[in-house]
T-cell receptor, first 116, second 110 residues
């Protein structure tokens, strides 16, 4: 257990439905990343936050994906009108930025999404 | 741009050594190394920053050659617990996103 939690751990949904995932970071970690990983591939960057500011969103991400991090605490990732190609493991990772001389990045356990 | 990793896969006997390489076509600020076991999330091993450095973590160490935009992960006297997929992640600048390589599958057999 890294201290980063994700909920739910598994989600099965039908194509066209909306889903929302939550990530709770280690409390003092100010950087938060969302990644997507499919079998046999490395984690693919989706978006990241520095506190509550969303600094970048992958150009590969369609407008169906949105993420928030209100007050710089937990974060949510929403996928609207899910498609079968969205089936993957969604990983959250948090980081205490390097200015504090702590350089460990922790991944949560992930949310496995299956779109039927 | 995704970093390149080599080899794609390696099989070792317990006690043998291995080297996993990571290279990028872009100038790098940092290189991160992770190990992921099947069905689990990646686990952070170490980060190396611009300036060229080496780090060690038990019997696992790494080097970062900033000029060549390359990093290598060294596993010595491998143990069964080292099995998994190793990913490098790179940042081009500070406060940038981390881009992961495709991974190197490492299997340690008795």
């Amino acid at each position: 257990d890294t201290g980063v939690s994700q909920d739910p751990r598994h989600k099965i949904t039908k194509r066209g439905q909306n889903v929302t995932f939550r990530c709770d970071p280690i409390s003092e970690h100010n950087r938060l990343y969302w990644y997507r990983q499919t079998l046999g591939q490395g984690p693919e960057f989706l978006t990241y936050f520095q506190n509550e500011a969303q600094l970048e969103k992958s150009r590969l991400l369609s407008d169906r994906f949105s993420a928030e991090r209100p007050k710089g605490s937990f974060s949510t990732l929403e996928i609207q009108r899910t498609e079968q190609g969205d089936s993957a493991m969604y990983l959250c990772a948090t980081f205490l930025d390097r200015a504090s001389y702590t350089d460990t990045q922790y991944f949560g356990p992930g949310t496995r999404l299956t779109v039927l | 741009q995704q970093p390149v990793q080599s080899p794609q896969a390696v099989i070792l006997r317990e006690g043998e050594d291995a080297v996993i390489n990571c290279s990028s076509s872009k100038a790098l600020y940092s290189v991160h190394w992770y190990r992921q076991k099947h069905g689990e999330a990646p686990v952070f091993l170490m980060i190396l920053l611009k300036g060229g450095e080496q780090k060690g973590h038990e019997k696992i160490s790494a080097s970062f050659n900033e000029k060549k935009q390359q990093s290598s992960l060294y596993l010595t006297a491998s143990q069964l617990s080292y099995s998994g997929t190793y990913f490098c992640g790179t940042e081009s600048t500070s406060y940038d996103k981390v881009i992961f390589g495709p991974g190197t599958s490492l299997s340690v057999i008795p």
